[in-house]
């Protein structure tokens, strides 16, 4: 009997163990709030609040510590501020969190969305806004997390943050991905193997995207006018794999610092301009520009870089790229009164191979070629249009605060 009694009770204690702990609120009307704490495993906390009258200001607030636990908060509404907090007794954590902030509902605006998850690995942040000025933040500092940020709406911001300095974290993904004028993107990944992607569709547009480590792959795409976009990867074997504008009057810069790196880029409309740097040895640019007016502006510093910049089906535009030491550089440009400079100089290294390629009429070429000691009037060079890069954007955000139950009581 004594046997099957303690059978029995080590039963429940396994049982126990696994237990899923699960806290769903509810709450119709404005101004609501919520305050949830879970420690444990397999947690899940559900929070919904409807906009009642119809202008939220409600506020969530979710804290788990554990593994494998979930969070969902569903705001309606405007003014609304959701924050989750999830990290790991012993990784892994397997974290994951959803926040949804006037889901279809345009009409919404002024809402804070922020989820922190730290250690482990495989956590997922899933932030989701609809409306103008909303702001949405993620910091994961585990491998193989996920981050997809969705924003429609105007003057929205995002920040990412994965992994920064203090841990060794790989195979990170983020997606952003915003519709709407005037918003803001801001990601920065620390590692090796990350992924990193935003796309943007509107007007005067804001996206910077930096990446520490090796093998990271980078996408950026816009579309609309008076765009701004920077990427900078430090490290060796990252790709920028497509940095893709369409619209008028568009910037991007590209940098990168290391060897074995990739740029492709490509601009399509008028009166845009390009940069791209790359300091290292066997580094690789790709750019075109479709249109008129446009500047391309290309630096690679090392040995053995190829750099092919090309200015297709239009007219007026301006092409100047440097080099030093055992490169190979080609312009093409195709259209009517097009300019290009191309410059090599050798700091002691092999010697260099350039092409400048111009079909149409009054096109202008230039091309130095320097070895150690060729000094050409002083080693001139002429022609150099860097000056945009202001960008900005995030910060803002805390609040979300909450306080009571019972103060005073």
Not at 9 to 35: K, P, W
Not at 84 to 102: C, E, K, L, R
Not at 283 to 307: A, C, P
């Amino acid at each position: 009997m004594k046997k099957v009694i303690l059978g029995a009770v080590a039963l429940m204690i396994g049982g126990f163990a696994f237990a899923q702990n699960t806290s769903n609120s509810t709450q119709t009307g404005d101004d609501q709030r919520v305050y949830v704490r879970q420690a444990g495993q397999r947690l899940i906390s559900t929070i919904d609040q409807a906009n009642g009258g119809g202008d939220g200001s409600h506020r969530a607030m979710v804290y788990q510590r554990g593994d494998d636990n979930s969070s969902t908060i569903d705001q309606l509404g405007t003014n609304n501020q959701a924050y989750v907090d999830q990290a790991q007794f012993t990784p892994p954590t397997n974290a994951s969190s959803f926040i949804y902030q006037g889901t279809n509902n345009t009409a919404s605006e002024d809402n804070k969305a922020r989820v922190e998850q730290h250690g482990g690995s495989n956590s997922v942040a899933t932030l989701t806004q609809d409306g103008d000025e909303n702001e949405a933040r993620t910091h994961q500092d585990g491998t193989d997390g996920t981050v997809n940020i969705t924003q429609d709406g105007s003057e929205n911001k995002s920040l990412v943050l994965q992994s920064l300095l203090n841990y060794n974290a790989v195979n990170n993904v983020a997606n952003i991905n915003q519709t709407g004028e005037e918003n803001c993107s801001t990601a920065e990944q620390d590692g090796n193997n990350n992924t990193l992607s935003a796309t943007q569709s509107g007007s005067e547009n804001i996206a910077e995207q930096s990446q520490l480590g090796d093998g990271n792959t980078a996408n950026l795409n816009q579309s609309g006018t008076n765009g701004e976009a920077l990427q900078i990867q430090i490290g060796n074997g990252n790709i920028n794999n497509l940095v893709y504008q369409t619209g008028d009057s568009n910037y991007s810069e590209d940098n990168q610092n290391g060897d074995r790196n990739e740029i492709f880029k490509a601009q399509t409309g008028a009166d845009n301009y390009g940069r791209i740097d790359q300091t290292g040895d066997d580094n690789y640019v790709s750019f075109g520009q479709y249109g008129t007016n446009g500047k391309g502006y290309s630096r690679q510093i090392g040995d053995n870089n190829t750099m092919y910049l090309g200015q297709f089906s239009g007219n007026g535009n301006l092409a100047a790229s440097y080099q030093d030491d055992d490169n190979y550089g080609v312009i093409s440009q195709d259209g009517n009164a097009n300019q290009a400079l191309l410059v090599q100089k050798s700091q002691g290294g092999l010697g260099h191979t350039a092409g400048i390629y111009q079909n149409g009429n009054g096109n202008m070429a230039d091309v130095l070629q320097l070895g150690p000691g060729g000094d050409w009037a002083a080693d001139a060079e002429h022609c150099f249009f860097p000056d945009p890069v202001q960008l900005e954007c995030p910060p803002s955000l805390p609040d979300v605060v909450i306080g009571a139950p019972c103060q005073g009581c």
